[in-house]
C-alpha cells in the first residue's frame, strides 16, 4: 500500500471541482485503487506524462476530467499532484507510445 499525500494544488483543484458538479465518488474510487497498488481498468486511460509532468502519470474519471499523480516506488508513496480538465494541461502533457516512447498526441 502506497502512502498518499496531496499537494496544494491539488486541494485548490478539488474546491473548485466541487462547484463544477464533477463525480467525486469516482475520483475517490479511483485515487483508493493507486493507493492499494491496484492496475487501473483500460477505461480509465491511464497513461505517462512528458514534458512539465515528466514522472507523472495521468488516468481520465470522465471524459473531460484528469487526475494527475506521481508515483515513488522507493519511498513507497503516491502524491496526487492536480485534477481538472484537459484544456487546463493541454499545453504542457502528453501522451506517450510506452512502446516506441514517442509522443502520440496531447492529454
Request: with cysteine; glycine share 4%.
Given at each position: ?63 473531460d476530467?484528469?487526475l ?18 484537459h ?21
Amino acid at each position: 500500500m502506497l502512502q498518499p499525500s496531496k499537494t496544494k494544488q491539488f486541494e485548490k483543484d478539488h474546491k473548485k471541482a466541487k462547484k463544477q458538479d464533477r463525480d467525486f465518488d469516482e475520483l475517490l474510487y479511483v485515487m483508493n485503487l493507486l493507493i492499494k497498488e491496484i492496475s487501473l481498468d483500460v477505461k480509465y486511460k491511464d497513461h505517462h506524462l512528458k514534458g512539465k509532468w515528466v514522472g507523472c502519470r495521468d488516468c481520465h474519471m470522465q471524459n473531460d476530467w484528469v487526475l494527475i499523480y506521481r508515483i515513488n516506488k522507493e519511498n513507497k508513496t503516491i502524491l496526487f499532484e492536480r485534477i481538472g480538465s484537459h484544456s487546463e494541461y493541454s499545453n504542457n502533457v502528453y501522451l506517450i507510445n510506452q512502446r516506441s516512447k514517442t509522443i502520440i498526441g496531447m492529454s
